[in-house]
């Protein structure tokens, strides 16, 4: 008989509204409790879905801070936790880009290399948190960044934006 995992993580969206960003992983205090990864070691977790997200690592060019992320990452191998990483979670990247934007797909990708050299021993990932939902809110509704409305969001569907990462 398979044993049943538990998986977990933190809702870590970084969403956009206008030029502001909001970072949810921070605003629970999450982003700024290291001790918060032995309190989901301690619930038996094997897997903890776990941000490393563009819009927060991006410092301008090709030039990322992880600073962050390695103490974080480093801590989880110490608890034994496999990170499922994730890139992007109902974003739309650095200021520079956005779901629409034609060098959307190629900055995650060139990110996303980036995440995976740097990081090679990580063997799960999620490029895109629900991408559907992510393109809904962006491109169909207007609520979060371009704020576009109705057509747009075609060109966000999750086989689109799957096939412009490649």
């Given at each position: ?93 650095p200021k520079h880009t956005h779901l629409l934007c034609d060098q959307f797909g190629p900055g995650l990708a ?57």
């Amino acid at each position: 008989m398979t044993e049943i995992e538990c998986w977990g993580g933190a809702e870590c969206t970084i969403n956009r509204v206008g030029d502001v960003y909001h970072e949810q992983l921070f605003r629970t205090g999450h982003g700024a409790r290291l001790e918060d990864l032995e309190h989901l070691a301690a619930l038996g977790l094997r897997r903890v879905r776990f941000p490393v997200l563009w819009e927060q690592h991006w410092r301008g060019g090709a030039e990322y801070d992880f600073s962050w992320a390695d103490v974080r990452l480093r801590r989880l191998r110490e608890l034994g936790l496999d990170p499922i990483i994730g890139l992007v979670h109902h974003g739309s990247g650095p200021k520079h880009t956005h779901l629409l934007c034609d060098q959307f797909g190629p900055g995650l990708a060139h990110f996303a290399e980036t995440v995976a050299r740097r990081y090679p021993w990580v063997k799960y990932y999620t490029p895109v948190n629900e991408p559907l939902t992510t393109a809904r809110f962006s491109a169909l509704y207007g609520h979060w960044y371009p704020h576009a409305r109705e057509a747009s969001c075609v060109r966000c569907s999750t086989k689109r934006l799957l096939r412009r990462l490649v």
